[in-house]
């Protein structure tokens, strides 16, 4: 790594002023290490935490989840799954972050969460909800730039509209590293597992992921469709191509594409009420 990127790797994930981490994680991480320990013991842990137990609850009855209904911790940490659980108390303060500043950002990562889901689910692929979160997560490095980098970001924002380059080719040419990037070094600063930062880290790349290339073909494609459909903000003004490696190894055809944008178009709409109910809860 050339020294200017290792220099801003230093200043973006300078553990100092990087958004606080929950003391639950620590809890959580020393558990879920532990096999005797039972869904219970982490609920428990999880319920003493008011502001996550109530993400936790509200993702789990979302859209994305597919309308469960689910109204305790412990049922919320099945349908979740402990590493979904843990990611978001990872990030809980990352979203509230987005929520109030960035609403479009917010939805578009929703709708990415949404597509995953839907592919994963269509082609049949195992762990779902781990998708899901990769979808969610995949463009947190934007909120950490727009964090860490404030004084770039119009240099971005000129770049992008004189230039007409997408966001990460605009974040590349001037912090000589992207989003894309930026969320893999936060993933794994955070520990989160491959699964997870591989597809965060390739979502613009997928030749780049190594292990778990299916889930970052998903997270790859979800991403194309969301900003192909025009909901939420990713900030990109242009759909970028499917790439071929991840159509490849999903072995997808334009009739099953077909019927996962139908399926999306349709969930897409419950999805935008359960953002606007977010939005008017966090204006309460
Ligand atoms: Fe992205
Ligand atoms: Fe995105």
Known sequence: MDE?????????MDTKTLPTL??????????????KSSVQEMARIVSADQVLSA???????????????????????ILLGVNVVKSLALSSSIFEIMEKNSVG?????????????IIARKLALPEVEEITTAGLLHDIGKV????????QMPL???KIKLDDLYISD???AVLDTDHAEVGGWLSKSWFLPDKLSEPIACHHNVACSEDHRVKTSVVHLADVLIKASGFGDSGDSYVPPIQQLAWDQLKLDE?????????????????????????????A
């Open 105 to 117: 950002l917010w939805e578009h990562s929703l709708g990415t969460a949404t597509a995953a889901g």
């Open 170 to 172: 605009a974040e590349r």
């Open 255 to 283: 009739a099953l594409l077909q019927e996962i944008v139908v399926e999306l178009e349709d969930k897409l709409v419950e999805v935008k009420n359960f953002s606007l109910e977010l939005a008017s809860a966090a204006v």
């Open 22 to 35: 929950p003391g639950v994680i620590n809890k959580l991480n020393s558990l879920s290490n532990d096999d």
């Open 55 to 77: 993400r936790i609850l509200r993702l789990a009855n979302s859209p994305s989840y597919g309308f469960y209904r689910v109204s305790t911790i412990s049922n919320a940490m």
């Open 156 to 158: 971005i924002r000129n």
């Open 144 to 151: 950490i730039i727009g964090l860490k980098c404030a004084e």
């Open 4 to 12: 200017r990127r290792s220099d801003l790797k230093k200043i973006i």
